[in-house]
Nanobody, 123 residues
């Protein structure tokens, strides 16, 4: 059974830093792409960062590029650290995995998803 469990969300002040983690079970991440997506109620889900299966360059959305770091913590865990947070970063953050991960599609074709973790940035 595949499970993705996010953690690390919470309330942060503008300018602060947050580190999200995603623990994956039932998948070998060496063969799957994985990424982070976020959604605000009433808006479409957007891709934040993706790394494709088999490695390759990490791709960040322009909105977070330069202030975000996506890392492979161990065989089953990935993390996303974001700095200089703004209220525009507020949303539910989801970890997702599939053979293909592309930020441009908002993860619409991805099969495996976590339940999400809420990030709220106060002004």
């Amino acid at each position: 059974q595949v499970q993705l469990v996010e953690s690390g969300g919470g309330l942060v002040q503008s300018g602060g830093t947050l580190r999200l983690s995603c623990e994956v079970s039932g998948l070998n991440l060496n063969y799957y792409g994985i990424g982070w997506f976020r959604q605000v109620p009433g808006k479409e889900r957007e891709g934040v960062v993706c790394i494709r299966s088999g490695g390759g360059p990490t791709r960040y959305a322009d909105s977070v590029k330069g202030r975000s770091t996506f890392s492979r913590v161990n065989a089953n865990t990935v993390s996303l650290q974001m700095t200089n947070l703004t209220p525009e970063d507020t949303g539910n953050y989801y970890c997702a995995a599939d053979l293909l991960c592309e930020i441009e599609t908002g993860g619409h074709d991805m099969v495996y998803w976590g339940e999400g973790t809420l990030v709220a940035v106060s002004s």
